[in-house]
């Protein structure tokens, strides 16, 4: 069953997947309107694969997923699976009331399967009772009620994945706030800006200083997060697109196509052509 609103004159969408044997993520297979997911499995354990990486998603679990991301899952029928797109509701402006850009969403430890205890498990069913008894409802009060369910939905995830992160468990969120924000500065300009000064820069603080704070929060150095960035969606163009090599160098901020290749190999061992070659057809 898919249980869609839609509305016209701000293009805002809200879809809901229950039991759909068909639902799978696009990513750059064709051109789609932004639209962030999440997925709970309420089946056993399963197969999901993101972006051509094959992953064990655990039963009575959450996954975040956004929207260039290309994935299928193994028993897409025993899934519940909640999707909008930021004219419906916008994860950025509103990080104040729900904190999850950076972290559920755009961040830097992907896939995030967040598991449900008994008490949880029962509040995720209670929700999607809840949103499936709202979808008779064609009143103006609809839109609003799916975005108060939806805005629950968020905050009842972050503090659930809170909860079991050991960086959140063992820093304050106003240290992590640091990482969230580089995050989301990264999945916004990777394909313009690669050196830790701009980041550091829009961050305010010089990247020596940036760096020591990462290091100090046990988290990746910004160096290479950004480079895992780049590589990551270069081998989204390699698998999803028929764009050529420089196609693609131009289109993550690389002048020199051969900058790009040398980068390419670098960073995963294969170039870019052996790496096209090796793909499955």
């Not at 997923?65 to 029928?77: G, I, K, M, R, Y």
């Not at 468990?169 to 830790?196: G, T």
């Not at 990746?220 to 698998?239: D, G, M, T």
């Not at 764009?243 to 900058?259: D, Q, R, S, V």
Request: proline share 4%; aromatic share 14%; net charge neutral.
């Amino acid at each position: 069953m898919i249980c869609e609103y839609e509305e016209k004159a701000t293009s805002a969408r809200f879809i809901m997947h229950v039991h759909n044997d068909r639902f799978r993520g696009a990513g750059l297979h064709k051109p789609t309107v932004p639209i962030n997911t999440f997925v709970y499995n309420k089946g056993k354990a399963q197969r999901v694969t993101i972006d051509e990486i094959a992953y064990e998603m655990p039963a009575a679990a959450i996954l975040p997923l956004v929207s260039n991301q290309h994935f299928t899952f193994e028993a897409p029928d025993q899934l519940i699976a909640w999707q909008f797109n930021r004219e419906f509701y916008c994860i950025v402006d509103h990080d104040a009331e729900v904190g999850c850009v950076g972290f559920l969403f755009y961040g830097i430890h992907h896939p995030m399967f967040i598991r449900l205890n008994k008490t949880q498990q029962d509040e995720i069913r209670y929700m999607e009772q809840t949103f499936c008894a709202e979808w008779p409802a064609k009143d103006g009060f609809q839109g609003e009620m799916l975005r108060t369910l939806l805005k629950y939905l968020i905050i009842k995830t972050t503090r659930i994945a809170k909860q079991q992160s050991e960086s959140y468990l063992q820093f304050p969120d106003e240290k992590m706030d640091i990482v969230r924000k580089f995050s989301l500065l990264l999945e916004c300009s990777f394909r313009k800006e690669h050196s830790v000064k701009f980041y550091a820069d829009a961050l305010n603080k010089s990247a020596k200083t940036l760096s020591n704070i990462f290091a100090l929060l046990e988290q990746p150095a910004p160096s290479r997060l950004i480079q895992n960035r780049i590589v990551l969606e270069a081998k989204r163009y390699l698998h999803y697109t028929d764009k050529t090599a420089k196609e693609i160098a131009y289109e993550l901020g690389f002048e020199n196509p051969a900058h790009f290749s040398r980068f390419f190999k670098m960073y995963t061992g294969v170039n870019i052509s052996g790496y096209r070659e090796s793909l499955p057809q």
